[in-house]
């Protein structure tokens, strides 16, 4: 494969700040707003710019656009989300999820993935570790956000695994290390709540607190 040199596309001027600091997991997406094949390569275009081991390059997209072969997707990636929730909590219904469990939002994107607009799977060959594919699947949320486009990165469960890969004619030897669906969302971006970095970061030693903290 040839290798080409890319410019920053004219489609992403949102500050990166902004988009990192309002980015969220979207999980209501709008199957009424198409997302066009021009604006899929930009958002995939973002993600082949980041690092990788070696600039070996090692992940492969697949992008799933046919209506019919969401639909029928979402309906693994049912099986799959409910399958990993009865392996955790033993749920099997809506109605055993807790009234305040985060699993509440994530079961909306178990029952509605298959009307989302675009799935994109992320995969890579011979046994490639993360470390080269999350920087470029962190680049396609951050460029699909500044598009104002959401998205979330989930998992399936292995329960489904044979009959995805049997659907798509995806090779043995092609590793999926996640599922990423993409469409406008039915809300609004951030901003979001976390935790006070100085409450999650060490410094030198475990348990140290970071300068900032020691000084406010």
């Known amino acids: 494969m040839k290798t080409v040199r890319l410019s920053p596309p004219p489609e992403l001027t949102m500050p990166i700040g902004e988009a990192m600091f309002t980015q969220r997991a979207t999980r209501r997406l709008d199957p009424d707003k198409p997302i066009t094949d021009e604006t899929i390569k930009v958002i ?102 500044s598009l104002g486009i959401g998205s979330v990165l989930t998992l399936l469960h292995p329960v489904v695994m044979s009959r995805v890969y049997e659907m798509f004619s995806i090779p043995g030897d092609a590793e999926l290390h996640c599922c990423i669906p993409l469409g406008y969302p039915r809300g609004n971006f951030g901003p979001t709540s976390r935790f006070e970095t100085s409450d999650i970061t060490y410094w030198d030693t475990w348990g140290s607190p970071p300068p900032w903290l020691e000084e406010s």
């Open 44 to 145: 995939l275009d973002a993600a082949t710019k980041a690092p990788n081991g070696g600039n070996a390059q090692p992940l492969r997209f697949l992008v799933i656009r046919s209506s019919e072969k969401i639909t029928e997707f979402g309906k693994l990636y049912h099986e799959a989300w409910w399958a990993k929730r009865k392996d955790q909590f033993g749920w099997s219904v809506d109605e055993e999820v807790p009234e305040d469990s985060p699993y509440r939002m994530a079961a909306i994107l178990a029952s509605e993935l298959g009307n989302a607009p675009v799935v994109v799977l992320a995969f890579t060959r011979e046994g490639v570790s993360g470390a080269s594919v999350f920087p470029a699947i962190q680049n396609l949320l951050l460029a699909a956000r």
